[in-house]
């Protein structure tokens, strides 16, 4: 069973990875799981309704994490489902520049800034105008950050590389969702984009190995 959740009062957000709660700090910048006994206790509460001892209740705010809500799940219907489709590169020159140049800035952004201010930055980041969020668009983009990753690199540049690619989106007038999602054994966190059920910069086979955690 794969969710995700969060704790806007403490900005920690979580999903549950079979049967495994995994949680992501964004003002610390890191993610944590909890020991086994209570792990137990909290996705119970958020699954099945049990009702939390007192004892755990105060381990899990010693930690940052306000007693969850019995059953929270039970009638929230799933808002971020996993993409089924996902958007082949098409090439536009014209937009190689522009994409690296989003990519660098956002790069640079994270070796000076803390994660929660690039988040909350990009939270109030909006479309400057709306059209049909064609494939066509979101192809040419993905080519364009594609041949950018040529010089920017690739490796370790996901974070990064999707965030600018949401950046960029929004200035050409769509609105695509950037999603971070984990998963266990071994433990990784990866990023990507997506509009709607398709994923925009990445490839669905390569998506569907995480469970999202973080939307934007």
Same mark, same amino acid.
């Given at each position: 069973?794969?969710?995700?959740?969060?704790?806007?009062?403490?900005?920690?957000?979580?999903?549950?990875?079979?049967?495994?709660?995994?949680?992501?700090?964004?003002?610390?910048?890191?993610?944590?799981?909890?020991?086994?006994?209570?792990?137990?206790?909290?996705?119970?509460?958020?699954?099945?309704?049990?009702?939390?001892?007192?004892?755990?209740?105060?381990?899990?705010?010693?930690?940052?994490?306000?007693?969850?809500?019995?059953?929270?799940?039970?009638?929230?219907?799933?808002?971020?489902?996993?993409?089924?489709?996902?958007?082949?590169?098409?090439?536009?020159?014209?937009?190689?520049?522009?994409?690296?140049?989003?990519?660098?800035?956002?790069?640079?952004?994270?070796?000076?800034?803390?994660?929660?201010?690039?988040?909350?930055?990009?939270?109030?980041?909006?479309?400057?105008?709306?059209?049909?969020?064609?494939?066509?668009?979101?192809?040419?983009?993905?080519?364009?950050?594609?041949?950018?990753?040529?010089? !920017?690199?690739?490796?370790?540049?996901?974070?990064?590389?999707?965030?600018?690619?949401? !950046?960029?989106?929004?200035?050409?007038?769509?609105?695509?969702?950037?999603?971070?999602?984990?998963?266990?054994?071994?433990?990784?966190?990866?990023?990507?984009?997506?509009?709607?059920?398709?994923?925009?910069?990445?490839?669905?086979?390569?998506?569907?190995?995480?469970?999202?955690?973080?939307?934007?």
């Amino acid at each position: 069973m794969n969710m995700m959740g969060d704790l806007p009062a403490t900005r920690i957000h979580y999903c549950v990875c079979d049967d495994r709660a995994v949680f992501l700090d964004v003002e610390r910048d890191r993610y944590f799981c909890l020991p086994s006994r209570l792990n137990q206790a909290f996705v119970r509460t958020v699954i099945d309704g049990d009702a939390m001892s007192g004892a755990d209740a105060e381990r899990l705010r010693a930690l940052g994490i306000e007693r969850p809500a019995p059953g929270e799940f039970a009638a929230r219907p799933d808002r971020h489902a996993m993409p089924i489709r996902e958007i082949g590169p098409s090439d536009r020159t014209s937009l190689v520049l522009r994409a690296s140049a989003a990519h660098w800035l956002v790069r640079s952004r994270l070796r000076r800034w803390r994660f929660a201010r690039l988040l909350a930055h990009e939270r109030h980041r909006a479309p400057r105008r709306t059209h049909y969020a064609s494939d066509q668009a979101f192809a040419e983009l993905h080519a364009a950050f594609r041949r950018a990753s040529l010089w !920017m690199g690739e490796s370790d540049q996901c974070l990064a590389r999707s965030i600018a690619f949401r !950046m960029l989106a929004f200035r050409l007038g769509l609105a695509p969702t950037l999603v971070l999602g984990v998963k266990l054994d071994p433990f990784a966190a990866h990023c990507w984009v997506q509009s709607e059920d398709c994923v925009a910069n990445d490839s669905s086979e390569r998506v569907r190995c995480f469970t999202p955690i973080f939307v934007l």
